[in-house]
Antibody, heavy 120, light 109 residues
């Protein structure tokens, strides 16, 4: 069971970046998925969730309208499109599988994370 | 300010029992299962408890419980390798969002 993120890097304020998360070892098509981030020296912050079938997506106010979560079941891959990036979006971004015993309320498997730095 | 409230720091000696708490309200902890996540030295978070069920591979010294709007993670028989930051989280139906606690730094003396 594995989640591998990619796509992080350095981007200027106002720029865009797309993160990917490749899933393997479990049924991606029946699993809800999350993105969670952690700014340097700070705690964990939830970024977004997508239902297993892609029909429901949730975002906190801090990223609503700027970030978009999506999934490609043919590639077993989760995405996070980040637009209008701000300095406060600088963080390690983790993808995480929704806990099978819950519904959007917990995490099961975590990826290793990818760093996003927003700076001029 | 986090939606869930955790102790900033807790300490204990090897072999001691320690309990970390996570307090919310009826919209979050009162209605949903609570997850607990261990992060050692700002590495990758690891799930150590969901509700009162630990994932496979988690030592049985870890246990979880909930009473009303407060969840707890108890470590019975503290080990040096348990030193880490611990975060709780759950769904909040008034925010339609996952909420986290601010994290508890557990020090093993």
């Amino acid at each position: 069971v594995q989640l591998v993120e990619s796509g992080g890097g350095v981007v200027q304020p106002g720029g865009s970046l797309r993160l990917s998360c490749a899933a393997s070892g479990f049924s991606f098509t029946t699993s809800g998925m999350h993105w969670v981030r952690q700014a340097p020296g700070k705690g964990l912050e939830w970024v977004t969730f997508i239902r297993y079938d892609g029909t429901k997506k949730y975002y906190p106010d801090s990223v609503k309208g700027r970030f978009t979560i999506s999934r490609d079941t043919s590639k077993n891959t989760l995405y996070l499109q980040m637009n209008s990036l701000r300095a406060e979006d600088t963080a390690v971004y983790y993808c995480a599988k929704d806990h099978p015993s819950g519904d959007r309320d917990g995490f099961d498997i975590w990826g290793q994370g990818t760093m996003v730095t927003v700076s001029s | 300010q986090s939606a869930l409230t955790q102790e900033a720091s807790v300490s204990g000696t090897v072999g001691q029992k320690v309990t970390l708490s996570c307090t919310g309200n009826s919209n979050n902890i009162g209605s949903y299962a609570v997850g607990w996540y261990q992060q050692i030295s700002h590495g990758v978070p690891k799930t150590v408890m969901f509700g009162n069920s630990p994932p496979s591979g988690i030592p049985d010294r870890f246990s979880g419980s909930k009473s009303g709007t407060t969840a707890s993670l108890t470590i019975s028989g503290l080990q040096p390798e348990d030193e880490a930051d611990y975060y709780c989280s759950t769904w909040d139906n008034s925010l339609s969002a996952v909420v986290f606690g601010g994290g508890t730094k557990l020090t093993v003396l």
